[in-house]
């Protein structure tokens, strides 16, 4: 995971943590920037700082993405509902972003069309959403946008409410697997030279004369501690920001959540967004890897930021009472409910009543060497890498390799047909989700899909053996998103996942049944339904030393 690593395609195979922890604690390498958070925003740092010639090293106090770029809604979106609060610097960004996204990752970040039905009396109609629609395909420099009259809008949606429907307007935004979108972005970043370490917690910023020169780490598997020193230390830490300024309280955390529902229960060909029937806030159903998505809810998340987030009940009857609005046919009950997640947004406070009214633009500070950023969305990480390393370049030493223009995240790929035993459409979406990798992933095992998920048990097996899996959890939620897109987070198929990964995790067997056991117990908690008097305790914490 060093700088010895440089232009290797793959990730961190077993054994690599440790050896890059012994390396970090010899104290060999002199880093220049060290970045916490291995959420979207840190990986994109990493990955831009890398391309420089920078010597950077990331450190994620649990998995990668294992905050909120996990719990994302997945869309790369310009987010229509910011142009029409007027928020048109954001919208715009984004839209031109996710264009960029659309061309340098097919098959991670893949267009989808967007149906908004209207309904007579209600705003907005098909009017001003015309005008909107206007605006946001001249920003992305292609036409989308459509209008079906309701006889066309219930083609598109059979069961879409019919009372009082006008029609609905069509355009095209995009979707991904935010987890993958990190872990793309962060094999980029290595294969560029830089470091990225899991489960090793920064606890305190280091300081000389007042200004930031170190941190120190904990590593959250041993317990052991160790200091490095770097001129510039990025504080990545989304919703955590607060923490390591030692400031604030300049985060607003705000929950949003998921409910995931087998497609057939309520098959939907795009995303349909429409105003809650009570609060009139968006939400949206959408389909996703296999499966249907509802979502999501947006309000104050009082809970420690430290426990997994999870739905509440109230969020639940929020959610099934939206789509059971605007899907009246199909009658959905908590037991048509295949799993949830939920996701802490990590908003810049602007002091406005509403969680939804709060501004989602990124925001940097700049405490004497220690730079935060916060705000922002998924869909922007590249400018967003881009704004902090400028606020960091006084600090550094001019870059090795300077910016060649507007490089791409993602380098590109050779354009070679798909080898003949898989579909096109595998290999696109294989290509997307590990890049140069992609060959070595298919050669690793069998392109036959786990149950009915488009994942690969190849898939698995490489994750398992080259990502930097630490837990079953990382494996099952992250890598891959088996454990939200299978009934009983994937329960059934346990045994033959074992069968397949103990090996290539190098785990005994009593490391595999307390994985198993974990996992079950963090599916439950966090990942189901919300049970009666549910143990709010985190069980997934590693052990205190
Ligand atoms: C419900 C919801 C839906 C959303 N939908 C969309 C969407 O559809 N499209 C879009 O573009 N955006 C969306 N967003 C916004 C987007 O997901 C976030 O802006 C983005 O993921 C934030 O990334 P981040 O890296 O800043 O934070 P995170 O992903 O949370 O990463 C921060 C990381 O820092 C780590 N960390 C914290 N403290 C420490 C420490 N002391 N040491 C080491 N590591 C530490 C945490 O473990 C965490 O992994 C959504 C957000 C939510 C919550």
């Given at each position: ?5 440089r232009r ?7 054994g ?9 604690r010899s ?5 220049e ?18 391309r ?10 649990r ?48 267009r ?44 598109w ?15 095209a ?17 290595l294969?560029d ?9 920064a ?5 000389q ?11 959250r ?13 990025i504080?990545?830490?989304g ?30 060909p ?5 105003p ?5 806030r968006?939400?949206?159903?959408f389909?996703?890897?296999g ?23 109230p ?22 409910i ?11 406070a ?5 969680p ?12 004497r ?40 995240v ?8 798909a080898p ?7 290999w696109?979406r ?77 785990w ?7 994985e ?14 919300p ?11 590693e052990?205190?030393?």
């Amino acid at each position: 995971m060093g700088r010895d690593a440089r232009r290797r395609a793959s990730g961190w195979t077993a054994g690599e943590r440790q050896r890059a922890l012994e390396r970090l604690r010899s104290g060999t390498d002199d880093w220049e920037l060290i970045i916490i958070g291995g959420g979207i925003t840190g990986a994109g740092i990493l990955r831009e700082a890398a391309r420089r010639g920078w010597r950077a090293l990331l450190v994620e106090q649990r998995d990668f993405a294992w905050g909120t770029s996990s719990r994302s809604s997945k869309m790369v979106h310009g987010g229509l509902r910011y142009l029409a609060a007027g928020d048109y610097r954001l919208t715009r960004d984004a839209v031109r972003e996710r264009e960029r996204l659309l061309t340098e990752a097919p098959g991670l970040v893949e267009r989808m069309q967007y149906l908004q039905p209207h309904y007579r009396g209600q705003f907005p109609g098909p009017r001003p959403m015309r005008a909107l629609l206007w605006l946001y395909d001249r920003i992305a420099g292609r036409r989308s946008r459509a209008f079906h009259p309701a006889a066309e809008a219930r083609v598109w949606l059979p069961q879409l409410q019919a009372d009082a429907l006008i029609g609905a307007s069509r355009f095209a935004d995009a979707v991904t697997d935010d987890a993958r979108l990190v872990l793309r972005t962060l094999s980029e970043a290595l294969a560029d030279g830089a470091s990225a370490v899991n489960y090793l917690t920064a606890t305190e910023i280091l300081r000389q004369a007042g200004e930031a020169c170190g941190v120190r780490l904990r590593d959250r598997l041993s317990g052991e501690e160790f200091t490095l020193r770097a001129p510039v230390i990025i504080n990545a830490t989304g919703a955590w920001a607060d923490r390591l300024r030692g400031q604030g309280p300049s985060i607003r955390p705000l929950r949003g959540s998921h409910l995931v529902l087998p497609y057939w229960r309520l098959p939907v060909p795009c995303s349909v967004s429409f105003p809650h029937p009570t609060d009139r806030r968006p939400v949206f159903v959408f389909p996703w890897e296999g499966v249907t998505v509802i979502g999501t809810t947006d309000l104050d998340h009082d809970r420690p930021l430290d426990d997994e987030a999870r739905i509440s009940d109230p969020e639940v009857d929020y959610l099934l009472a939206a789509a059971n609005q605007i899907f009246p046919g199909h009658g959905l009950r908590r037991a048509d409910i295949q799993a949830s997640w939920s996701g802490v947004r990590p908003v810049v406070a602007g002091g406005a009543d509403a969680p939804s009214k709060e501004k989602r633009e990124h925001v940097l500070w700049d405490d004497r060497g220690l730079i935060s950023v916060a705000g922002g969305k998924l869909t922007t990480f590249r400018l967003i890498a881009l704004d902090v390393l400028r606020l960091a370049a006084p600090r550094l030493p001019p870059a090795r390799r300077p910016a060649q223009g507007d490089e791409p995240v993602f380098r590109p790929l050779p354009a070679a047909p798909a080898p003949a035993a898989i579909a096109a459409g595998i290999w696109r979406r294989l290509q997307g989700r590990y890049g140069a990798d992609a060959p070595r992933v298919l050669a690793s095992g069998a392109a036959e899909p786990i149950a009915a998920t488009a994942t690969l048990w190849a898939e698995l097996g490489w994750t398992a053996a080259n990502e930097a899996v630490v837990h079953l959890d990382d494996l099952l939620l992250r890598r891959t998103r088996l454990g939200l897109l299978l009934p009983d987070g994937g329960a059934r198929l346990l045994p033959r996942i074992r069968a397949l990964c103990q090996p290539l995790l190098g785990w005994p067997d009593s490391r595999w049944t307390q994985e198993e056991q974990r996992y079950r117990d963090l599916w439950q908690r966090c990942y189901g339904l919300p049970s009666d008097g549910a143990d709010c305790n985190d069980s997934t914490k590693e052990p205190s030393p």
